[in-house]
């Protein structure tokens, strides 16, 4: 299938630093991608929806300021988080579809990024 | 919210198969039906879709039933390393559709 990479797969940082995680698609160009949180033993819960060439679509109740998508190009968003305090512990998870080729329509997601605010 | 509901739980035996129901009664005539599944601390990895016919790969069997207001996702042979928490969800296949998530089914393998 369509690999999704993240990086980096785990950080850990001193609070209010600000950390950035990227999502790329390796095989395949997506012109939209989407950015989860996922706190332990539940589920993935939606942030926003990146759009490549525009801003992003954030859900309700997710600060835009704090936690600032680009998406560069058809195979990179970046999800930044900034001044990063311990409630920001998470686990990040991006996915994407692909536009034509590879399994279009299908949504593939990323092996996530574990981030860790101390 | 998401539009499918799923039990919160189930426990099947090694090397029997294992049967996931999912709900989505508000399904729309052009939304599939996905199955993804997350093992603890990664992404989750795509099983299996489809739009009204029963479908079969190398993972799983998915039987959508006829009115499609739910389906079954079926493990055949379960080993523990399909102890995980399987999500159903409902999307069109469009990369532009967001996609939220319900509670998921937690199945753990016994041996």
């Known amino acids: 299938g369509a690999v999704v990479s993240q990086h980096p797969s785990w950080v850990i940082c001193k609070s209010g630093t600000s950390v950035k995680i990227e999502c790329r698609s390796l095989?395949?160009?997506?012109?939209?991608m989407f950015w989860y949180r996922q706190f332990p033993k539940q589920s993935l819960m939606l942030m926003a929806t990146?759009?490549?060439?525009?801003?992003?679509?954030?859900e309700q109740g997710v600060e835009k300021d704090k936690f600032l998508i680009n998406h560069a190009s058809l195979t990179l968003s970046t999800l930044t988080v900034t001044s990063a305090h311990p409630e920001d512990s998470s686990f990040y998870i991006c996915?994407?579809?692909?536009?034509?080729?590879?399994?279009?329509?299908?949504?593939?997601f990323g092996e996530g990024s574990r981030l860790t605010v101390l | 919210d998401a539009k499918t509901t799923q039990p919160p739980s189930m426990d099947c035996a090694e090397g029997r198969a294992a049967n996931l129901p999912c709900n989505h009664s508000?399904?729309?005539?052009?939304?599939?039906v996905y199955w993804y599944r997350q093992i603890h601390s990664q992404g989750p990895q795509y099983i299996i879709h489809?739009?009204?016919n029963n479908e079969t790969n190398e993972m799983a069997s998915l039987i959508i039933t006829e009115d499609r207001k739910s389906s079954t996702l079926i493990l055949p042979h379960a080993t523990l390393r399909d102890t995980a928490v399987y999500y159903c969800?409902?999307?069109?296949?469009?990369?532009?559709?967001?996609?939220?998530f319900g509670i998921g089914t937690k199945l753990q393998v016994i041996p």
């Open positions: 996915s994407a579809s692909p536009v034509t080729g590879k399994g279009p329509g299908e949504l593939f």
């Open positions: 095989d395949f160009q997506a012109t939209t």
């Open positions: 990146s759009n490549e060439g525009s801003k992003a679509t954030y």
């Open positions: 508000t399904i729309s005539g052009n939304e599939y």
């Open positions: 489809g739009l009204k």
């Open positions: 969800i409902v999307r069109v296949t469009g990369g532009y559709q967001k996609v939220t």
